[in-house]
């Protein structure tokens, strides 16, 4: 239904924002309408056991993990799409906020490593407690901090707000009108 050319023509689609804004819902949503893989976030598996204490290293692990995680499953890819559930740009957002700076070979990636369309979730859902979320007094901060991350690369992007079906529909007509060139 939505095949492109060639495999080097493959699409991807990340869906990126702040914590607790439907992220890893609307990543799999998206990948079963598309009918295509949907690469999970590494840091979700990582970060288990980690009792929110987390180091450089562990920041470096998870890019390294993220990285090889997307190159594994991308050619699983059905229909040249594939969904991303996050992107390593988290990585290097996490690094600026806990550690005051990025490793450069974070950076680096995130100039060579391109996505199509971000969708950047809105943080207009309520904040669900999970053991591996942070900051719920912060969410407009990191809000911005997202939308400058995307405006320093030049990515392609649109804010998905909504509540429920509403939401995900408002992130598959996204995708959708993208494909399509509306």
């Known amino acids: 239904m939505y095949s492109r050319e060639n495999r080097n023509d493959l699409l991807k689609i990340a869906v990126i924002g702040p914590e607790s804004t439907g992220k890893s819902t609307m990543a799999t949503y998206l990948a079963d309408k598309f009918n295509t893989v949907c690469i999970p976030e590494y840091a979700r598996y ?3 056991n980690l009792h ?3 180091t450089l290293q562990d920041e470096i692990n ?3 993990g993220q ?3 997307e190159d594994a499953l991308l050619p699983l890819a059905q229909n040249n799409i594939v969904i991303c559930d996050v992107t390593i740009m988290t990585i290097k957002i996490w690094c600026d906020y806990l550690f005051g ?3 450069r070979e974070v950076q680096q990636e995130i100039l060579n490593r391109k996505y199509d369309l971000y969708l950047l979730m809105d943080i207009d859902l309520p904040w669900e407690d999970d053991p591996l979320r942070d900051f719920p007094e912060q969410r407009e901060y990191f809000m911005q901090v997202w939308k ?7 990515g392609r992007y649109q804010i998905i707000s909504g509540l429920g079906e509403d ?3 408002r992130g598959w007509h ?3 009108n993208f494909i399509l060139g509306i």
């Open 167 to 169: 939401r995900l529909e």
């Open 67 to 69: 990285l090889a995680l």
């Open 52 to 54: 929110n204490q987390y």
């Open 148 to 154: 400058q991350e995307l405006h320093a690369i030049q």
């Open 174 to 176: 996204a995708v959708d």
């Open 62 to 64: 998870m890019f390294y």
């Open 46 to 48: 990582y970060c288990h």
């Open 101 to 103: 700076d990025t490793p």
